[in-house]
């Protein structure tokens, strides 16, 4: 069991012409399930040749009723990528995943906005984020698959790297991963903590979830009001940022204290009132993960 992919999802790569999705596409191929799960490329100029055997079509919606793909991934630079995620809503696909960084605040106001208003059924994952993987069955992004093992621990994720460093900890440890979802750190984003928490709380071959939060926002702290009222399953929590300074923006576009608000300190108490155990050390995720088994 997995959470939104598994070893039968089809995948479409929009962007495939590119560097960057060419890299990715064939890395994401050459893991598990790959080859069977990559069936379509989309670049509208492009439409009839083909990227290394994966056909490529001139939209989304051409290569979803030609393939039965359900998922597509993005490696659209940032000037067109908010158009990439709304063609690829538009054609009803479950699940859109969008790797770009960069994408204007503004033109990811305007794609949620539209997906809201019109009630569309399509997930977002991303931008900004690496993607997401069930290990030994596929993986979708830019994470290295081979620090993953198949497993019974969540994780999810605003932050690439530590993701990743999670992920090393918990298959160290012998643990491995049912799934790992990185959301991404952008302020307007799709899939928050609470929705990647409430899936995992659901799926019955994950036993724990290790959530890692960086400075900014209210995400962490409604997703651990959540967790406190719902979570069945042990929770661990990191937060980024502990030594940042308020008003700095840092790195991420969504990293920004204001008032107050969205600080580490402030995040991580009330991550640990809820009942979530937290660490100040990223070194020590996985031996604190240990502890609630």
């Not at 830019?142 to 497993?151: A, F, L, N, Q, W």
């Amino acid at each position: 069991m997995s959470i939104l992919i598994d070893s039968n999802t089809k995948v479409i790569t929009q962007g495939i012409t590119g560097k960057t999705g060419q890299y990715h596409t064939r890395m994401c191929r050459d893991y598990a399930n790959g080859k069977a799960a990559f069936v379509a490329g989309v670049h509208p100029k492009k439409a009839g040749e083909d990227f290394e055997g994966i056909p490529i079509f001139a939209s989304v919606r051409d290569a979803r009723e030609a393939t039965g793909a359900t998922v597509s991934v993005i490696y659209v630079p940032p000037g067109g990528a908010a158009d990439a995620i709304w063609e690829a809503v538009e054609a009803d696909l479950d699940l859109v995943i969008c790797i770009t960084e960069g994408i204007p605040v503004r033109d990811m106001v305007v794609v949620r906005d539209r997906m809201r208003k019109e009630g569309r059924k399509t997930l977002l994952l991303g931008p900004n984020c690496p993607g997401l993987i069930t290990p030994d069955e596929i993986k979708i992004g830019i994470m290295p698959g081979h620090i993953h093992r198949k497993g019974r621990i969540g994780v999810v994720s605003r932050s690439g790297t530590l993701t990743y460093e999670a992920v090393a900890q918990v298959t160290a440890l012998g643990l491995g991963q049912s799934s790992a979802v990185g959301i991404g750190g952008d302020p307007v984003n799709g899939l928050k903590h609470i929705d990647v928490l409430r899936l995992f709380n659901d799926d019955p071959e994950t036993d724990a979830v290790v959530m890692i939060g960086e400075i900014g926002g209210t995400d962490e702290e409604e997703a651990a009001q959540w967790v406190k009222a719902n979570m069945k399953k042990p929770v661990v929590g990191f937060i980024a940022g502990v030594t940042a300074p308020p008003g700095k923006r840092m790195g991420h576009a969504g990293a920004i204290i204001s008032g107050g608000k969205g600080t580490a300190q402030e995040k991580l108490a009330v991550m640990d009132a809820c009942g979530i155990k937290v660490t100040r050390d990223p070194s020590e995720m996985g031996s604190l993960l240990k502890t609630v088994l």
